[in-house]
């Protein structure tokens, strides 16, 4: 069964994907968004994570990049069913309880609606910034992780002794509403699929190409099973660009257009590879016309995935 969600427009703006619409837009079209994705069948809204942006980077990645724990639970009041998911969290730039405090009051507030996605980051002059070793952020997600299971869990007093963290006799109310908060580990490096395989609930590959995700795949589900881990793993992927129907325009090369059927079919082969959630992204020039290729998606190639 293949499920699909989106990451939130507006709430990062880099130029890789941003749409020109976007920088006039704000909550209000947050809103309308979620609200449509709830129902047209989305399983998931995402929000991705920075706290600052050096100059250096601005002008392709913007400095546009709205807290993921304001804005899903913004987001989170305005609808009842879908799922929240932070992709990705840079976890590694707080201490473990800090995170599990806001996380957990978002669960909590959302009647447990929230996933976790997670990873490593990749911007320099932020760790430094904020005191955290860049060098070993790879190191600090792998404890932190662990952290977080405890924090996260159903003990009001978590306890944790690592090389980098401990607590214990420290409690945090409210817990949240899911008995276990589902750890999502974001990235395709070597280093990611292999924490994602040992230490998450699922996996959010960074854009890997058709031909290569396979490959992945087989290698994240190798490595979990080596480790006799029988838990089951959501394993997900982002698709191309996406035009319901004949945009009458040009939307970029990879972008895959056409009637439902065909693109359903096209994407059943994620399905095919071992991919349980597509992240879907579509060509737009407004919110009316976004919201328009949602529903069409919803009401006419989602029911054709699986």
Known sequence: ???????????????????????????ADLLAIARAAEAHGFDYLASCDHVAIPRRLAEGMSTVWYDPVATLSFLAAATE?????????????????????AYATLD??????????VGAGHVQEEFEALGVDFARRGAVLDETLDALRAALGPEEYPEHSGELFAFKELGQLPRPAQERVPLWVGGSSPAAVRRAALKGDGWL???????????????LLRLRDEAGIAEPLTVGAITEPLYVGDPGRSVGRRTLTGPPEELAASLRAYGEMGVHQIQV?????SRTELIDQMAAFGTEVAPHLN
């Open 281 to 285: 992204r579509f060509r737009s020039r």
């Open 81 to 101: 069913r879908i799922r929240l998911l932070s992709h990705v969290a840079v976890v590694g730039l707080r201490h473990p309880l800090v995170t599990a405090k």
């Open 205 to 219: 590959p960074q854009g890997d190409p058709r031909d290569r995700l396979a490959e992945q795949i087989v290698r």
């Open 1 to 27: 069964m293949v499920v699909y969600g989106m990451q939130l427009p507006v709430q990062s703006q880099s130029a890789i994907y941003a749409e020109p619409w976007e920088a006039t837009a704000g909550p």
């Open 108 to 117: 909590h507030l959302s009647g447990g609606r929230l996933v976790l996605g």
